[in-house]
Every structure is written in structure tokens, then in C-alpha cells.
């Protein structure tokens, strides 16, 4: 850009500056109201997602109390359950996954394996009576609490409201949370 | 021609322009440190021209992203080469790229007038970083799924749009469809089309303000054609030499491993995968996050990090005295070792790690298994190719035995997946569970009370045992040899897989030791066996170890055919299929692989 000379013999007349500067402005204007449609059809569907939101939590059946050793040692269960991914639904398909033990007092107790660091799937480790994350090393105890205060998880593992229905079969509640906060907030 | 070529001159003006593209003159002459720009822009290249061929025959979405890469890398002729170029050069660039921004860092490239081209540099390192990261998920193997699910979750920590920006790039609250469908728009559109205009403003830039040669000039002075372009050629021929050994570096030592480029198993969220990790080129990342507690990630994942980037684009203005050129040079060298340094911690302690190990050794056992099925005649259902796995007796059996199972049983003194188990044995053995050998085991007085059959069991004083104590030590060599009739006849009624030929050749024995079994040696004293026995006491030899038998002892096992009136609560078998503990198909998985009852390729099929 030359910067701005000065008024001299040779500049036009205000009236011919006036309408140089209304052609200039309506070149934009026009120019950039032809971009406004498909822009923002674009961004309305870029934006989409924000709009979409997680299922609620829900109970689902996830196996019988019997299925659960009586000193506290966690087994791994698949949630099964209905899955929307975008334009498909499947009516039983894993969608996530729990451990889920009862205590020697005979509480049942259910978790998320999800790392709540940075949500990789968390190991149980019979060797150290606790849970291992392969990832980055967060180690939780078998009733889901921080095992060590410097490892990377910002809370414990989380835990899952359980119901046992008909006497003996297990139901968890299940759910996501965002991972990488000190609080749990379900995925919304 | 010449005619030709003049004509076409006039019309277009070529010849000014690659007389103005090759003429750059180069002070000092051609050297071999000016290579690394002209490599990394022969690999963007590489990288458009695979990319296109794969765009080709890859489809994004959860059943089908693992599904068309299969077919790929397995099917279509060259397809592993391709993937195998593309995935290399990738991580080629990677390496690339710090060797010429360690050129343009020492001979002082990047300082004034050139900030504007070192900061398009950086930002052209940025995208190939987002190219490797959004193209590590495309397969949606369980490597990539599971290593993206973490690079997205530290997304999610940002203040305030942590949570909006995590849903914008995984497109939804969950990972699916619409992960792929954006990785890849931004892998194949958005971020080349990128790459594209930078890299242009990048050479021009760099035109515009003339070569920075190193000091002191021991050659006269050149021009890039044809002295540099020359050395850039054989530059780029390494570069393609090593990525075409890497893509056959398995084949040329015989080393187990793929063609090209890997595949993992298909991405599932309920199948663990303690293998996740990043590329090795992003290590250092994950390495680094591990010191952070806590509440203190976002430092480790997005502060510093940040930090270290805005201070890369403040070096060109650090770099304007003699000491900040050297302080920009020990900031980068301290950089580059300390990556090193997270890069091979990673390393070594994935390496000391016997978990990580075993957890590699199973991903690489599931990804071969994967393509295995794949290829059976079977083939890929519509639903995708991650329930081939789940239904698959030789994936799961194990994983199933080792939960429900392994508390009381092992395989071959393990819990079925090659681990110890943790409690202590209180029933059988079960590998080669009603084989031959197995039934040997267990009619042979020395080793009827080890743990591996009823030692560790209430049986252990059993009738069973006290039969075998009793009456085959005392056999006389005949009798031993009716006895080895017999086990064939029980061993038959299972029908193994393993056995089919050997229970053909010998139908004879087999009819024999049926005879036997009901008359001198006299099991259907206590057994069951081919005729309904109202006063058995012991478990049905009719069918013993059949796949009907199996699971319906694994379903009932104090139904009156096995161990009626013996159960004790605390102590017996679980009715794993009364009791609802386990479904129909779990318990068909288990007993599959108890038999040996897997889909195996034929040996034609495999060459």
C-alpha cells in the first residue's frame, strides 16, 4: 500500500472521490454478502455437534451377584447397551466397560474404567491390590480412591450407582465423565 | 521442438518463470546442509500423491475406517506398500523437520528480515504435528482409537470451552462416525490445503530474502540448478531408500512383524488396550505428562507447552545480538535433548515394564487375529469387523477363562491368558480337557491326585481317585492295554478337532473300549454311558467333553448328569448358566476354546 499522498492538482474532485469511495464500499459490501450464505451454512453444520448431547445415564443389567467373588477382588464387565453414532443405532453393543466388586462386607461397588486423567482403560492389578493405568501411570485402590498423591489422575476413579434388582441381578448406572478435572461432571 | 517450445514461451511466459524458479544464486556454492528444506517439500509431495491412492479406496466411519484399511493393506495389490510409504515418510517428515530448523537455528536463518518466514516454518511444523495426529486415528485400530481418546481428553482441560472444543473435534459427545469423518477432513482437506499456501508463502519468503549461507564460503559461487538441485535429488533418494527398507525391513530379516505399515485390532470401547501409545514422535508428550500430579495436568499438557511455542516465535527477536543467537541456540539444544531424554524414559520404562510387554505381544496376537478372520470365508459382516473378535473362541476363551474360570482352574498351569493366577488352584487342569492325554493323566495313579487333576479338589479322596489307586496299579500289561481302549472310547464321544483323524483310524479301538468301559473295566459301575442310568454317581461319559456336554456341565454342574447332591455352595462349581452369571454365548466361547474349536485358516489359504 503507497501511504497516503497528499491533496494536489492531480486528485479528483470531491464529488468523483465520494463516488470512488461508495464503489470501493459496495464491493465489500456485495462481495462479502455473497460469502454470508454458504459460510454460514458451513459453520451451522461445523457447529453442529455442540448441539448434541451425551444420553443420559442409565441402568443397565450387568450380571448377577453370584458372578462376584465375596473378597472384594473386582471382575471387568462390558456395558451392553443401545449406541446412536450419528446416523446409526444398534440396539446392543458394547458402549463402555466397568469393574465391579463386593466387599468383604458384601457391598457391591462399581467403577468406570475409564482413567479419569486422560481416559485411557485402567488395569486391575491383583499384584498391588489396586488399579493401574498403562498410560500414564495412575494408580487408584480397589475402592476407586487416589493410591498416590503424585500420580497424574486428578480424582479417583469413578464410581457408579449400582441397584440390585430381582435379588441378585446387578445393575449399574452408567456413565462418562469428563476426564482431567478434579471434579466428576458427567458428559453432557 | 524448439519451434515449439518458443511458441509456447510466447503464449505463457514459462521460460522467465523457471528461470527465476532454478536461477537462485547460491554465495559459497551448493552444500549438502541446504538439503533438509527441499527434503521435507519432496515428502509433502510423497504424502499428497499416497494420500490421494488411499483417499481412493478408504472410507471413514466406525464400520467401515478399520474395515477399508484392512482391505487395503491385506486385499488390494500394493496396497501395504502404499500405507507403508505414507506412514513412513509421516514420521520421515518428523525427523525432517528438526534437522532443518536445527540448520536454519545455526546458521541464523530465522533472524531479521526472516521472522516472518521462521514463524510460517513454525506453523508448517504445527501442521504436520496435526497431520500425524489426525492420521494416526484413521485406521480406527485400537491403537489409534485409544491414543486419539487421550489427545482429545487433554482438550477437555482447557478453562471455560474445554468441554465445546472436545465436541467439535471428536464431533459429538461420544467417538464415532463423526470422529472420522472430521479427523479425515482435516487429515485430507482442511490441513494439506494448508500446508499448500504456507509452504508457497514459506519459498517465497525464502526467495525473497535469499539464501542464508554459512561462513565462511570455501567454494565460488553456484546456483540451485543444477549444483544444489543435484544434492537435493540424492537427499530425497535417502530419504525414499530408508522409508522403502523400513516398509520391507521385517521381510529382509526375517523379523515378526507387517508389511508397511501396521494394523492394530478394530477399535472397541469395552476391549482394554494397555499398549495405547502415541506415535513414537509424540512420546515425549506423553512421557512428560506422566510427572505432573493431578491438579497440575494443564501445566504439563497445555501451559508449558504453550509456553515453549510462544517462545519459539519470540526467538528471531531474542536472536538479534551475538548472545541471544547463542541463548537461542542453547534453549533449542536443550529442547531437543531434554524430548530426547522423555523419548527414551518412555522407552526404557515401557521396556522394564512386563505388563506393557505382555500387553504388545496380545495387541500384536489380536491385530493378526483380526485380519486372520477377515480374511476367512466368512469374511467382514456389515456390522463391522470389531464383533468378528468378539465372537471369536480363540480371542475370548481366554479372557473368559481367566475371569470366571481360572479362581479355582488353570491351563496348563496358568490362567488361560499366560498370567499366574492369583489364587490358589482348587479344581483341574483343563488344557486338553477329554484329549487322550488328558484322560491318561487322569486314569494314571501317580498323577490322578496331583493339583492337575483332583489333588487340589474335595475329590481328592474321591471314589474316583481311590478306584485308580486301587485297580490300575494293579494291572496286568493287558489290562493296561484294555485301559488305553477305553480312554479312546471316552476320548472319542468329545469329537476334538485335534483328534478327528486319530478317532478315524481308530474306530476299531474306539468301538472296543466302549465295550470294555461298560464291561471289565467296568466305568458304568458309576457312570452313565450311552444308555440312560438312573443310579449314576458320576458325571455322564455319553458325549464326555462334547461341546452340548460341556456347556451344559458349565451351565449346571449339580445337574443330576454330572455331580448331583455334591454341591456345597461356598465351595462347588458356579451353575455359571442357571445362576445367569455367564450368557449362552460366553459360555459357547469357552467352551470352543476349551475343544480347540476355532476357525483356522487352511494352510493353502495362509501362503
Known amino acids: ?188 | 521442438m524448439k519451434r515449439l517450445l518458443d511458441w509456447f514461451d510466447q503464449r505463457t511466459g514459462y521460460r522467465k518463470v523457471t528461470h527465476e524458479a532454478l536461477h537462485e544464486p547460491i554465495p559459497g556454492g551448493a552444500r549438502w546442509r541446504y538439503v533438509w528444506g527441499s527434503t521435507l517439500t519432496f515428502c509433502f509431495v510423497v504424502q499428497v500423491i499416497t494420500g490421494f491412492a488411499l483417499w481412493m479406496a478408504y472410507s471413514p466411519g466406525s464400520q467401515t475406517a478399520w474395515e477399508s484399511v484392512y482391505y487395503i493393506q491385506h486385499q488390494m495389490t500394493g496396497g501395504w506398500l502404499l500405507r507403508g510409504i505414507h506412514s513412513f515418510t509421516a514420521q520421515a517428515m518428523n525427523i525432517l523437520l528438526v534437522l532443518h530448523l536445527m540448520q536454519v537455528m545455526i546458521d541464523g536463518a530465522y533472524k531479521a528480515p526472516r521472522e516472518v518466514n521462521f514463524w510460517v516454518g513454525l506453523i508448517l511444523l504445527q501442521l504436520v504435528l496435526a497431520l500425524s495426529l489426525t492420521g494416526y486415528l484413521l485406521p480406527w485400530d485400537q491403537k489409534g482409537y485409544w491414543a486419539t481418546k487421550v489427545a482429545t481428553n487433554l482438550l477437555g482441560i482447557v478453562p471455560f470451552i474445554g468441554a465445546d472444543l472436545q465436541k467439535l473435534v471428536v464431533g459429538g459427545p461420544d467417538y464415532g462416525h463423526h470422529t472420522l469423518t472430521r479427523f479425515f477432513a482435516l487429515h485430507a482437506g482442511v490441513l494439506p490445503a494448508a500446508m499448500v499456501a504456507l509452504i508457497v508463502g514459506h519459498v517465497w519468503l525464502f526467495r525473497r530474502h535469499g539464501i542464508t549461507t554459512k561462513k565462511p564460503h570455501k567454494k565460488r559461487d553456484s546456483h540451485f540448478w543444477p549444483d544444489q538441485v543435484l544434492m537435493d535429488t540424492v537427499a530425497c533418494l535417502a530419504v525414499t531408500a530408508a522409508v522403502l527398507f523400513l516398509c520391507v525391513r521385517h521381510k529382509i530379516f526375517g523379523t515378526a512383524g507387517p508389511l508397511g505399515a501396521e494394523l492394530g485390532a478394530p477399535a472397541d470401547p469395552s476391549e482394554p488396550f494397555s499398549a495405547a501409545r502415541p506415535e513414537w514422535y509424540f512420546l515425549f508428550l506423553f512421557q512428560f505428562l506422566k510427572y505432573f500430579p493431578g491438579s497440575m495436568e494443564i501445566w504439563g499438557a497445555i501451559i508449558i507447552p504453550g509456553i515453549v511455542m510462544f517462545v519459539m516465535f519470540l526467538l528471531p527477536k531474542l536472536g538479534e545480538t551475538q548472545r541471544g543467537h547463542r541463548f537461542n541456540l542453547a534453549l533449542l539444544c536443550g529442547l531437543i535433548l531434554g524430548s530426547g531424554w522423555l523419548t527414551w524414559q518412555a522407552m526404557k520404562q515401557d521396556g522394564a515394564d512386563p505388563g506393557y510387554r505382555l500387553a504388545v505381544v496380545e495387541a500384536d496376537r489380536d491385530a493378526h487375529r483380526a485380519a486372520e478372520l477377515a480374511r476367512s470365508p466368512d469374511g467382514i459382516p456389515i456390522s463391522g469387523a470389531a464383533s468378528l473378535l468378539r465372537a471369536d473362541p480363540l480371542t475370548q476363551g481366554p479372557k473368559l477363562f481367566a475371569k470366571n474360570c481360572a479362581s479355582c482352574h488353570r491351563f496348563d498351569g496358568h490362567d488361560g491368558t499366560g498370567r499366574p493366577s492369583v489364587d490358589p488352584q482348587t479344581a483341574s487342569d483343563l488344557k486338553g480337557f477329554a484329549s487322550r492325554e488328558w484322560l491318561a493323566g487322569l486314569l494314571d495313579p501317580a498323577r490322578v491326585d496331583s493339583p492337575h487333576y483332583f489333588g487340589a479338589t474335595k475329590f481328592k479322596e474321591g471314589k474316583m481317585v481311590k478306584w485308580v489307586k486301587k485297580n490300575v496299579t494293579a494291572y496286568t500289561p493287558d489290562q493296561k492295554a484294555q485301559l488305553q481302549k477305553v480312554i479312546m472310547a471316552v476320548s472319542a464321544e468329545a469329537g476334538l478337532r485335534s483328534q478327528n483323524s486319530a478317532d478315524r483310524r481308530d474306530a476299531a479301538a474306539i468301538k472296543e473300549g466302549a465295550a470294555l468301559l461298560r464291561g471289565d473295566i467296568g466305568c458304568t459301575e458309576c457312570h452313565a454311558f450311552q444308555k440312560p442310568d438312573e443310579d449314576a454317581t458320576a458325571p455322564l461319559l455319553t458325549g464326555y467333553g462334547s461341546r452340548d456336554w460341556l456347556i451344559r456341565f458349565i451351565s449346571h454342574p449339580a445337574h443330576p448328569d454330572f455331580y448331583p447332591g455334591t454341591r456345597d455352595d461356598k465351595k462347588g462349581m458356579p451353575a455359571f448358566g442357571v445362576s445367569q452369571i455367564l450368557d449362552a454365548q460366553s459360555i459357547g466361547l469357552i467352551s470352543d476354546w476349551l475343544r480347540g474349536q476355532w476357525y483356522e485358516p487352511s494352510p493353502r489359504a495362509t501362503k
Open chain 1, 1 to 188: 500500500m503507497q501511504p497516503e499522498t497528499q491533496p494536489n492538482a492531480d486528485a479528483p474532485a470531491p464529488e468523483e472521490q465520494r463516488r470512488e469511495f461508495l464503489k470501493k464500499a459496495l464491493s465489500v459490501a456485495i462481495g462479502g454478502a455473497t460469502m454470508v450464505a454458504p459460510a454460514a451454512a458451513g459453520l451451522a453444520v461445523y457447529l453442529d455437534p455442540l448441539r448434541r448431547k451425551a444420553p443420559p445415564g442409565k441402568f443397565v443389567r450387568v450380571t448377577t451377584i453370584e458372578a462376584l467373588p465375596a473378597d472384594g477382588v473386582p471382575k471387568k464387565f462390558p456395558i451392553i447397551s443401545s449406541r446412536e453414532d450419528a446416523w446409526n443405532k444398534t440396539p446392543a453393543t458394547p458402549i463402555g466397560a466397568v469393574y465391579l466388586r463386593r466387599t468383604k462386607e458384601g457391598a457391591l461397588q462399581a467403577h468406570n474404567v475409564a482413567c479419569p486423567h486422560a481416559g485411557c482403560f485402567v488395569d486391575y492389578k491383583p499384584e498391588k491390590n489396586g488399579y493401574h493405568c498403562p498410560c500414564h501411570n495412575s494408580t487408584f485402590e480397589l475402592d476407586g480412591t487416589i493410591a498416590d498423591e503424585n500420580s497424574p489422575s486428578p480424582r479417583g476413579l469413578d464410581e457408579l450407582k449400582i441397584e440390585v434388582r430381582n435379588q441378585k441381578e446387578v445393575w449399574v448406572h452408567f456413565q462418562n465423565f469428563y476426564a482431567g478435572h478434579a471434579e466428576k461432571t458427567p458428559v453432557a
